[in-house]
């Protein structure tokens, strides 16, 4: 039952033909206290320029991390949701940010950079983990997996050619039942599969959907927050006409509670 609490609520609230289509955008746009409170983090100020564009609210409250919880992040880049999932779970949480070997050695000054955060007393709660792309694995279950932008990389030359069912199910077993797991991606055509990973850098939301429910997710939820319509799907997500703007679908799926 934990963290279906709210959806419980707004589900009652909303007409029986209308529940079922309820998204995360539907609800209460309050924030929790703990959530306001990591978003406003003095420590993160540097990145509150980019807050209103990343939905950070939103996507954080789609995620429904807590105080305490368990994080593994894939592929964390700059840090920017590791400093929130930080603020959020708090002492007796651990946020868990995970490299692939493989993209840790193109982003050499990323994983750097973060093993500095780690070492903050700030950010005590922090461990910045590396092994290889295919063999994921976390030193604890967690409540969430979340990745931002870089499900697309795993299947891709430079990263070993992971098979995405693979991944997932990787993700699954290091999940605690009723743990989630949290994708963001940019969107390619429907259709496409998973042709344009290595060329546009987007990935068909249909293919993760399938992927991850081949090995046990239940699909949880979706969020509209990081939609733009403008997109044309078929150009570099790195094109300055688009960049920092991508379509971008965010779905949430579930492990089992038993």
Known sequence: MRKLALAAVIALALPAAHAAAVSQDAAPTAQAPYLAAAINDPARQADRVDDA?????????????????????????????????????????????????????????????????????????????????AKLDAPESVDVVFTSQNYHDYPDKFMGKVDPVVLDRQV?????PGGVFVVIDHVAPAGSGMRDTDTLHRIDPAIVKQQAKSVGFVFDGESDALRNPADPHDIKVFDKSIRGHTDQFMYRFRKPAN
Do not use: C
């Open 53 to 133: 564009r990343r939905k950070i609210a939103q996507v954080m409250a789609f995620a429904q991390v807590e105080p305490g919880d368990k994080v593994l992040e894939l592929i964390p880049g700059s840090g920017y949701f590791t400093r929130v999932f930080s603020g959020v779970v708090g002492p007796k949480g651990h946020v868990y940010a995970l490299w692939p070997d493989e993209y840790a050695a193109e982003a050499k000054s990323d994983v750097a950079n973060l093993r500095k955060l780690a070492g903050e007393p700030h950010y005590a709660n922090v461990s910045v983990l590396t092994q290889p792309a």
């Open 172 to 176: 699954y077993n290091v999940l605690k």
